[in-house]
């Protein structure tokens, strides 16, 4: 598979009034042409901000430094996604949360995503452009594409609204789509046929997806691969079949422990709390929580091991025959 995207060695620091809070610390992340990666763990572990970073949109007073920050070949490590688009036309397509938050409750659906068109695309005829949106609500499954255009976001469901987001993200032409935890402000049904949806477009159309979520039911569905944030570090990497049969990291066990399943009886619950990120721990930062914390773990950050199906950073990961 090509590579598309690749973080490598960032970090991320941000002021607050308690000092800095170091939010990503040497992260590394990498997104193959037409894959959909996730990103997942608790909150407060950086999934949201290495999105922001690959947008282009953290907020200001972030201090960014690392090795690259890469798109095709192209590090923009500083810069993101605004200055990729000015520098090659590389656009980013981005799928929020929250919907009815994402769109102007003053005007039509059909007017904000021709805005999207006149960002993109320059000038484009009237016809024309509502063409193009009619075609592209009609792929997202949408029904009556030109009377959704006329509404206004409180007339239509919230899936319905979704739906409009990705066909405006898809309007842009990306090569990539960052999704924000896209699924969790809807209902168990509307979530399966979104995340389907998107599925189905992303390798259609050979566009990247970076999925964030804390739904560990919602990345099986969805991704091709996962990557586990604890802590603004990255824990373990993996094709998304390796990592729900035998997860490597300590950490990634426990969220797969802690996760809902039929018959299993009651999840189990992770002890401890992520930690304060203005003073984190040294080493690997999970260690203060790890039952399988070494010596090491306190003093060291473990290395990337492993392949490139299923890599892990700790000194004594899970044994194959023991992970689930």
């Known amino acids: 598979m090509t590579e598309l995207v690749r973080v490598r060695d960032v970090s991320v620091d941000f002021p607050s009034p308690g000092g800095t809070a170091k939010v990503l610390d040497r992260v590394n992340l990498a997104i193959g042409e037409g894959e959909i990666v996730g990103l997942v763990g608790e909150s407060g572990c950086g999934k949201t901000t290495l999105a922001r970073l690959i947008l282009g949109v953290l907020p200001k007073g972030a201090a960014v430094r690392g090795e690259a920050l890469s798109f095709a070949g192209q590090n923009v490590l500083g810069g993101g996604a605004e200055e990729l688009r000015v520098r090659g036309g590389f656009s980013i397509g981005f799928v929020p949360q929250e919907p009815r938050a994402a769109l102007s409750p003053l005007f039509p659906i059909g007017t904000q995503a021709r805005e999207i068109l006149r960002w993109s695309h320059g000038r484009m005829r009237a016809g024309e452009a509502r063409r193009r949106i009619a075609e592209m609500f009609a792929r997202v499954q949408l029904p009556d594409p030109q009377a959704i255009m006329r509404r206004y976001p409180h ?99 426990l969220l797969l422990g802690s996760m809902p399943r039929p018959g299993a009886g009651l999840p189990e619950s992770i002890g401890g709390a992520v930690p304060n990120l203005v003073t984190p721990p040294p080493g690997c930062r999970f260690h203060p929580r790890c039952p399988r914390a070494l010596p090491a773990c306190g003093t060291q950050r473990p290395p990337a091991t492993g392949s490139a199906t299923q890599s892990v950073r700790c000194h004594n990961p899970l044994p194959e025959r023991d992970a689930a």
């Open 155 to 253: 007339e239509v469901s919230g899936g319905q609204l979704q739906r409009v987001l990705i066909a405006m993200a898809l309007l842009l032409e990306p090569r990539l789509i960052v999704a924000d935890e896209p699924t969790t402000a809807l209902d168990v049904t509307i979530q399966a046929q979104i995340l389907t949806l998107l599925r189905r477009l992303a390798h259609e159309q050979r566009v990247a997806v970076l999925f964030t979520t804390h739904d560990l039911g919602a990345a099986w569905e969805i991704c091709d691969r996962i990557t586990v944030m604890y802590s603004g570090q990255e824990a373990e990497s993996a094709a998304v079949e390796a990592f729900f049969a035998r997860p490597r990291h300590p950490y990634a066990g």
